[in-house]
Nanobody
Framework: QERLVESGGGSVQPGGSLKLTCAGS????????LAWFRQTSEKEREGVASAYFDGYTYYGDSVKGRSSISRDNANKFLYLEMSSLKPEDTGTYYC??????????????????????WGNGILVTVSS
Protein backbone atom coordinates (compact mmCIF):
# COMPACT_ATOMS: atom_id res chain seq x y z
CA GLN A 1 0.00 0.00 0.00
CA GLU A 2 1.37 3.38 -0.99
CA ARG A 3 1.93 5.76 1.91
CA LEU A 4 3.33 9.22 2.51
CA VAL A 5 4.49 10.27 5.97
CA GLU A 6 5.57 13.80 6.88
CA SER A 7 8.08 14.75 9.53
CA GLY A 8 10.03 17.81 10.62
CA GLY A 9 7.22 20.10 11.69
CA GLY A 10 6.96 21.97 14.94
CA SER A 11 7.23 25.47 16.35
CA VAL A 12 9.61 28.09 15.03
CA GLN A 13 10.02 31.81 15.59
CA PRO A 14 9.39 34.33 12.84
CA GLY A 15 12.47 34.62 10.67
CA GLY A 16 13.50 31.08 11.45
CA SER A 17 13.88 28.06 9.21
CA LEU A 18 12.67 24.51 9.00
CA LYS A 19 12.96 21.43 6.84
CA LEU A 20 10.07 19.11 6.19
CA THR A 21 10.54 15.55 5.02
CA CYS A 22 8.08 13.27 3.29
CA ALA A 23 8.90 9.58 3.24
CA GLY A 24 7.23 7.43 0.62
CA SER A 25 6.75 3.70 0.89
CA UNK A 26 5.02 1.04 -1.16
CA UNK A 27 5.62 2.80 -4.49
CA UNK A 28 7.15 0.92 -7.40
CA UNK A 29 8.24 4.37 -8.57
CA UNK A 30 7.67 7.79 -7.08
CA UNK A 31 4.80 9.51 -8.92
CA UNK A 32 5.47 12.17 -11.55
CA UNK A 33 4.30 15.04 -9.40
CA LEU A 34 5.25 15.51 -5.77
CA ALA A 35 3.97 18.50 -3.85
CA TRP A 36 3.53 20.22 -0.54
CA PHE A 37 0.20 21.76 0.39
CA ARG A 38 -0.77 23.67 3.49
CA GLN A 39 -4.07 24.43 5.11
CA THR A 40 -5.25 26.93 7.72
CA SER A 41 -8.59 27.78 9.23
CA GLU A 42 -8.65 31.01 7.21
CA LYS A 43 -7.74 29.70 3.78
CA GLU A 44 -8.47 26.85 1.44
CA ARG A 45 -5.79 24.26 1.10
CA GLU A 46 -3.14 25.71 -1.18
CA GLY A 47 -0.15 24.42 -3.03
CA VAL A 48 3.14 25.56 -1.54
CA ALA A 49 5.67 23.98 -3.87
CA SER A 50 5.98 21.06 -6.24
CA ALA A 51 8.64 18.98 -7.94
CA TYR A 52 8.13 17.21 -11.25
CA PHE A 53 9.98 14.04 -12.16
CA ASP A 54 11.90 15.83 -14.91
CA GLY A 55 13.54 18.17 -12.41
CA TYR A 56 11.28 21.21 -12.74
CA THR A 57 10.21 22.84 -9.52
CA TYR A 58 7.39 25.27 -8.86
CA TYR A 59 6.66 27.63 -5.98
CA GLY A 60 3.69 29.55 -4.74
CA ASP A 61 4.02 33.31 -4.79
CA SER A 62 3.97 33.55 -1.01
CA VAL A 63 7.05 31.35 -0.60
CA LYS A 64 9.12 32.17 -3.67
CA GLY A 65 12.67 33.13 -2.82
CA ARG A 66 12.63 31.53 0.60
CA SER A 67 11.72 27.91 -0.11
CA SER A 68 13.38 25.00 -1.82
CA ILE A 69 11.74 21.73 -2.77
CA SER A 70 13.70 18.64 -3.74
CA ARG A 71 13.04 14.98 -4.36
CA ASP A 72 15.06 11.83 -3.92
CA ASN A 73 13.52 9.42 -6.41
CA ALA A 74 15.75 6.48 -5.57
CA ASN A 75 14.89 6.52 -1.89
CA LYS A 76 11.37 7.97 -2.19
CA PHE A 77 11.87 11.15 -0.20
CA LEU A 78 10.50 14.63 -0.75
CA TYR A 79 11.84 17.66 1.10
CA LEU A 80 10.80 21.24 1.67
CA GLU A 81 13.19 23.77 3.16
CA MET A 82 11.77 27.11 4.23
CA SER A 83 13.48 30.16 5.67
CA SER A 84 12.46 33.64 6.76
CA LEU A 85 9.31 32.10 8.15
CA LYS A 86 6.33 34.30 8.82
CA PRO A 87 3.29 33.82 11.05
CA GLU A 88 1.28 33.45 7.85
CA ASP A 89 3.24 30.27 7.14
CA THR A 90 1.52 28.60 10.07
CA GLY A 91 -0.64 25.67 9.09
CA THR A 92 -0.86 21.97 8.54
CA TYR A 93 1.48 20.91 5.78
CA TYR A 94 0.62 17.93 3.61
CA CYS A 95 2.81 15.87 1.36
CA UNK A 96 1.00 14.75 -1.79
CA UNK A 97 1.73 12.86 -4.99
CA UNK A 98 0.01 12.40 -8.32
CA UNK A 99 0.63 10.18 -11.34
CA UNK A 100 -0.98 12.50 -13.87
CA UNK A 101 0.94 14.76 -16.24
CA UNK A 102 1.89 18.20 -15.04
CA UNK A 103 2.82 19.70 -11.70
CA UNK A 104 2.43 23.48 -11.94
CA UNK A 105 0.91 25.53 -9.14
CA UNK A 106 -2.17 26.03 -11.29
CA UNK A 107 -2.57 22.27 -11.51
CA UNK A 108 -2.01 21.96 -7.79
CA UNK A 109 -4.85 24.40 -7.24
CA UNK A 110 -7.09 22.26 -9.44
CA UNK A 111 -6.01 19.13 -7.61
CA UNK A 112 -5.97 20.50 -4.07
CA UNK A 113 -8.56 17.92 -3.04
CA UNK A 114 -7.82 15.37 -5.73
CA UNK A 115 -4.21 14.31 -5.58
CA UNK A 116 -3.69 10.57 -5.92
CA UNK A 117 -1.90 10.20 -2.59
CA TRP A 118 -1.89 12.22 0.62
CA GLY A 119 0.03 12.17 3.84
CA ASN A 120 -1.78 12.86 7.08
CA GLY A 121 -0.21 16.28 7.48
CA ILE A 122 2.11 17.87 10.00
CA LEU A 123 1.66 21.09 11.94
CA VAL A 124 3.97 24.05 11.52
CA THR A 125 3.53 26.95 13.91
CA VAL A 126 5.39 30.21 13.38
CA SER A 127 5.05 32.50 16.38
CA SER A 128 7.00 34.39 19.02
Amino acid sequence: QERLVESGGGSVQPGGSLKLTCAGSGFTAFPRCLAWFRQTSEKEREGVASAYFDGYTYYGDSVKGRSSISRDNANKFLYLEMSSLKPEDTGTYYCAADNRLGCSLALLAARRNDMDYWGNGILVTVSS
